[in-house]
C-alpha cells in the first residue's frame, strides 16, 4: 500500500477511529483544517512564530510536507504568504487535498501548491521568511541534504521550524518504535532519528537552535492529550465517579511520563538562520 492508499483503509476500520481523528485525517478536510485551527498544537506555533516575527510583516513561509494541508491552509488564514510543498498528488492526503482546501477556505491568492521533494527545492536561494515542517523532518530520505536546503531558501534571520518529529536513541529503539507504530505495517513509511542526528543536521546547515521541546514539554508535542482530554477518556472508560481531579493529575502525569519514555517520542525544534 501507498499512503494513500492507507489512509483510505483504515478509514474503514473502528479501531482507527480515533487516530484518523486525531491525526486530522478525516475524509472531511474543511472540518480537519477547522479543528487544527482550534488545536493547543497550532496556538502554540503561532506563538513560538510570533516571538520571532514581532513586527507584523506578511510572513512568506514554505510549509514542508504539508500532506492533506491542514498546516498550510491555517497559517494562510491567518494572513501568511504560504507555499504548501508536498510531492503526494492525491486528493486524499496530498497536494490536491491542499488545492481543495484552499478553495473551501479561499486561500488561493495566498497559498500556491508545488510539487517537489524537501531535498531538492525549487526555489531561489532566501526566498522565504519561515520554513515549516510538521511531522516530516524524519521522513527525509537524506537528512542532511534535506535541512541544507530548507536553510538554503531561507532569509537571513529567517525561521526553520520543525515539530512532532519522531526521536530513537539507538536501533533497538528504532526497531521497536516501528513495530509499535500503528500504520507502518500498511506502508513502511515511518522513520526515526537520534537527538544528535537532528541537531546536527540543523546545525551543519548554518541554523542556530533557540528551543527544542520534548514531549512533555510543549502542546505542539502532547496535544490532543490535556486534563481534559484524560478526564473523557476516564469518563467514557470507567464513569463520572473516575474523574475527579487527583485521579485526573496522576492519569495525567502517568501520560506525559509514557510520552516521554516511549520510542519514537516526539520533538519540536526552532531554530534561525544567522
Not at 501507498?2 to 481523528?21: G, S
Not at 500498511?186 to 546545525?203: L, P, Q, R, V
Not at 551543519?204 to 484524560?230: Q, R, V
Amino acid at each position: 500500500m501507498n499512503w494513500e492508499q492507507t489512509i483510505e483503509e483504515i478509514r474503514t476500520k473502528p479501531e482507527f477511529a480515533d487516530l484518523v481523528t486525531e491525526a486530522y485525517l478525516e475524509e472531511n478536510l474543511t472540518s480537519n483544517v477547522k479543528r487544527f485551527r482550534q488545536s493547543n498544537e497550532f496556538k502554540s506555533t503561532l506563538q513560538e512564530i510570533e516571538k520571532h516575527f514581532s513586527d507584523k510583516r506578511v510572513i512568506k513561509v514554505l510549509d514542508l510536507g504539508a500532506g492533506n494541508g491542514i498546516s498550510s491552509v491555517s497559517f494562510a488564514l491567518q494572513g501568511y504568504q504560504v507555499v504548501a510543498l508536498e510531492p503526494d498528488p492525491s486528493a486524499t492526503v496530498g497536494a490536491e487535498a491542499i488545492r481543495i482546501s484552499a478553495m473551501n477556505f479561499k486561500t488561493e491568492k495566498n497559498l500556491e501548491v508545488v510539487e517537489a521533494w524537501g531535498e531538492s527545492l525549487p526555489f531561489e536561494n532566501s526566498s522565504f521568511d519561515l520554513v515549516y515542517g510538521r511531522q516530516v523532518m524524519h521522513h527525509a530520505h537524506e537528512l542532511d541534504q534535506f535541512v541544507l536546503e530548507a536553510s538554503r531558501v531561507l532569509k537571513t534571520g529567517g525561521m526553520f521550524m520543525t515539530t512532532r518529529d519522531h526521536v530513537i536513541k539507538n536501533e533497538a529503539d528504532k526497531e521497536a518504535f516501528l513495530e509499535r507504530h500503528p500504520l507502518h505495517k500498511f506502508y513502511g513509511g515511518e522513520n526515526a532519528f537520534t537527538y544528535k542526528e537532528y541537531t546536527d543536521a540543523i546545525k551543519n546547515a548554518g541554523l542556530h537552535i533557540t528551543a527544542s521541546f520534548g514531549p512533555s514539554e510543549s502542546p505542539i508535542n502532547y496535544d490532543p492529550w490535556d486534563k481534559d482530554k484524560i478526564k473523557a477518556v476516564i469518563t467514557q472508560k470507567l464513569g463520572k465517579i473516575f474523574a475527579l481531579t487527583p485521579v485526573v493529575n496522576m492519569a495525567w502525569k502517568y501520560q506525559m511520563r509514557r510520552l516521554t519514555n516511549l520510542p519514537g517520542r516526539l520533538y519540536s525544534f526552532v531554530a534561525i538562520k544567522e
